[in-house]
């Protein structure tokens, strides 16, 4: 097999990896929101000591303890019950650098009030490859709305969870 050829093959093995990188993310965390918390510590395995992640609304966390807090603290206090569907990825990989972005739905029951509702919006994430595996080196979500199901994101585009 040509050098090419194989270095062709190896992209495809890092876009699928990063693909099940992401497949996991969303089980984890609905896992943990559903109350089995030692899917945050396994979570959080798969992210570099020196991430960040940026999620607009609720705030930007530096570092793996405050990436940390971010699941185990605030998304924890926000969500009883969550279901993550990503879709249309655009994976490009350099090496052992990546980059990622994803559209996100999630039917939620925000914990405040009892409410059902709907969140969309984008990740942009930046990987790392350590050791032969992906990690999460940033990841930034920007919500398009988060609304109560009965409303709908044109009566109610952005509500409190």
């Known amino acids: 097999m040509g050098a090419d050829l194989e270095k062709r093959i190896q992209v495809l093995e890092d876009i699928e990896a990063i693909r099940k990188l992401k497949a996991l993310y969303c089980y984890l965390v609905d896992a943990a929101v559903a109350g089995d918390v030692s899917k945050w510590d396994?979570?959080?395995e798969h992210f570099t000591v020196d991430?960040?992640?940026d999620f607009?609304?609720?705030g930007r966390y530096e570092g793996i303890e405050n990436v940390s807090k971010l699941f185990k603290e605030v998304v924890a206090s926000l969500?009883?019950?969550s279901?993550?569907?990503?879709?249309?990825?655009?994976?490009?990989v350099n090496g052992t650098e990546a980059r990622g972005r994803w559209y996100v739905h999630v039917p939620l029951t925000g914990k405040a009030e009892n409410m059902a509702g709907w969140l969309q919006g984008r990740y942009d994430e930046e990987y790392v490859k350590i050791n032969?595996?992906?990690k999460w080196k940033s990841m930034t979500t920007t919500f398009d709305f988060i609304t109560p199901y009965d409303d709908g994101w044109v009566k109610t585009r952005m509500a409190s969870i």
């Open 83 to 92: 279901a993550h569907m990503v879709s249309n990825p655009i994976i490009e």
């Open 132 to 134: 032969g595996k992906w």
């Open 56 to 58: 607009e609304l609720l």
């Open 51 to 53: 991430a960040w992640a």
């Open 42 to 44: 396994e979570l959080l």
């Open 79 to 81: 969500l009883s019950y």
